[in-house]
């Protein structure tokens, strides 16, 4: 099994190489963004609960979030490993993830972070709000907001894994091959 955690800050193209990463290696790519969006588009008491955060660039309380992930990696169980995206976005989430892969006698393989510096981010983000349809694309202060939380909250992520010598940053500017061929060097140690 390879269970990847794709980290960074949001729209530092995580969504982009997941898909890619599924074309080459075969893993179920799990985004806990997309897994809201679904949940929302379908306005089920979760979806809702979720949108009052999201549309704010806050995270969704952990309980929430750990439960959600819970359900689709207990769905999934018979596949080559797992892309985590935009998961975990907490110490807390960290604890749980290790929790949940120990149950399976797994654990995670490599978090691997796409560095991107911020006035990159905010540049991208809006870009992408024109056409993704995604309100919390659209408003500059929201995406602030969102990078702000990053800092905050997401980056022990990453300090955590690195404690585990689990952690590698690579440069998260550049072509979308180029990018790629940077995670696939790495992934291709494992
Ligand atoms: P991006 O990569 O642009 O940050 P995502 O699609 O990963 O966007 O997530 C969108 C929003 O969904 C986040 O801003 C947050 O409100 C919520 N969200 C996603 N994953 C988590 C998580 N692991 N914990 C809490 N909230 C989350």
């Known amino acids: 099994m390879i269970n990847l955690i794709l980290f960074g800050p ?9 898909a890619k990463l599924v074309e080459k290696y075969g893993l179920l790519h799990i985004s806990t963004g997309d897994l809201f969006r679904y949940e929302i588009g379908n306005k089920t008491p979760l979806g809702l609960e979720a949108k009052s955060y999201i549309d704010k660039g806050a995270l969704v309380p ?8 819970r359900n689709k990696v207990e769905a999934n169980p018979d596949v080559q490993g797992y892309i985590f995206d ?7 989430q960290s604890e749980a993830l290790d929790k949940l892969l120990a149950e399976k006698e797994d654990t995670v393989s490599r978090l691997v972070m ?3 510096p911020d006035e990159e981010i905010v540049k991208r983000l809006l870009l992408r709000g024109e056409t993704s349809g995604r309100a919390d694309d659209k408003n500059e202060s929201v995406i602030r907001n969102r990078i702000q939380v990053y800092k905050d909250n997401t980056t022990p992520v990453y300090d955590y894994y690195d404690a585990k010598s689990k952690a590698t940053s690579i440069d998260g500017i550049g072509g979308i091959e180029e990018i790629f061929e940077r995670l696939a060097t790495v992934i291709d140690t494992l």
């Open 10 to 18: 949001p729209g530092s193209g995580k969504g982009t190489q997941a």
């Open 114 to 116: 796409l560095s991107v």
């Open 62 to 69: 952990d309980e929430v979030t750990i439960g959600m992930l």
């Open 86 to 92: 935009g998961f975990p976005r907490t110490t807390p």
